[in-house]
């Protein structure tokens, strides 16, 4: 797994949690489509599982290139941009799950 904070996930990592609020969507990207969180930041947990293509995601001025067959995992609010690329005429697909992670003491 990829995370962008690996702060966020050694905090997931040594804790106790319940996750609630799931939900999982199955997407297909066409080429060039950007997705923005630049200005409205992320309210849940994203696992994005890329499946084919590649997405590059763009955080505080750094870009990270995520190609199929690889997870990433962005704390709730993060502010970023991804965009879609194709690979050899594969459209970017994925599998996209949002969810609260609630810390148990």
Same mark, same amino acid.
């Given at each position: 797994?990829?995370?962008?904070?690996?702060?966020?996930?050694?905090?997931?990592?040594?804790?106790?949690?319940?996750?609630?609020?799931?939900?999982?969507?199955?997407?297909?990207?066409?080429?060039?489509?950007?997705?923005?969180?630049?200005?409205?930041? %992320?309210?849940?947990?994203?696992?994005?599982?890329?499946?084919?293509?590649? %997405?590059?995601?763009y955080i505080n001025g750094?870009?990270?290139?995520?190609?199929?067959?690889?997870?990433?995992?962005?704390?709730?609010?993060?502010?970023?941009?991804?965009?879609?690329?194709?690979?050899?005429?594969?459209?970017?697909?994925?599998?996209?799950?949002?969810?609260?992670?609630?810390?148990?003491?």
């Amino acid at each position: 797994m990829i995370s962008i904070f690996d702060q966020m996930m050694n905090e997931l990592a040594f804790s106790n949690f319940d996750i609630r609020n799931i939900e999982v969507h199955n997407l297909t990207f066409p080429n060039a489509c950007v997705t923005d969180y630049s200005k409205l930041a %992320r309210k849940q947990h994203l696992l994005h599982l890329i499946l084919s293509g590649s %997405r590059n995601y763009y955080i505080n001025g750094k870009e990270i290139k995520i190609e199929g067959q690889n997870v990433i995992f962005i704390p709730h609010g993060t502010s970023y941009v991804t965009i879609a690329q194709s690979i050899n005429e594969t459209k970017c697909t994925g599998i996209g799950i949002s969810f609260d992670a609630l810390l148990k003491n």
